[in-house]
Nanobody, 122 residues
Framework: QSHLAESGGGLVQAGGSLRLSCVAS????????IGWFRQAPGKEREGVSC????????YYADSVKGRFTIYRDNTKMTVYLQMNSLKPEDTAVYYC???????????????WGQGTQVTVSS
């Protein structure tokens, strides 16, 4: 059974950094694109970033471009989200999800993790 587990969240001051991890199990990890999402209280879920199955293609929301970096280690079945220059508006629960195919376009997200809380203080 497919499973995703996020970790690495926490409390950080504005301008600080965190690295989130998404560890996968139960499926052929290197076949699939993986995305990161976030949801703040009272707000809709927002797509943050996506990386294709090979790691050669990565996409970012405008709100995080230049500050966040997504990458993956297929040998460890893990996708990372390096978050730098964090802002209070980045505060949210962050989720990873696996797409139904190898690219960040044209597929739905099939499985989701439970999320990890990121809180950025001003």
């Amino acid at each position: 059974q497919s499973h995703l587990a996020e970790s690495g969240g926490g409390l950080v001051q504005a301008g600080g950094s965190l690295r989130l991890s998404c560890v996968a199990s139960g499926f052929t990890f290197d076949y699939y694109a993986i995305g990161w999402f976030r949801q703040a209280p009272g707000k809709e879920r927002e797509g943050v970033s996506c990386i294709d199955s090979s790691g050669g293609g990565a996409y970012y929301a405008d709100s995080v471009k230049g500050r966040f970096t997504i990458y993956r280690d297929n040998t460890k079945m893990t996708v990372y989200l390096q978050m730098n220059s964090l802002k209070p508006e980045d505060t949210a629960v962050y989720y990873c999800a696996v797409r139904g195919g190898d690219t960040c376009h044209g597929y739905e997200y099939d499985y989701w993790g439970q999320g990890t809380q990121v809180t950025v203080s001003s």
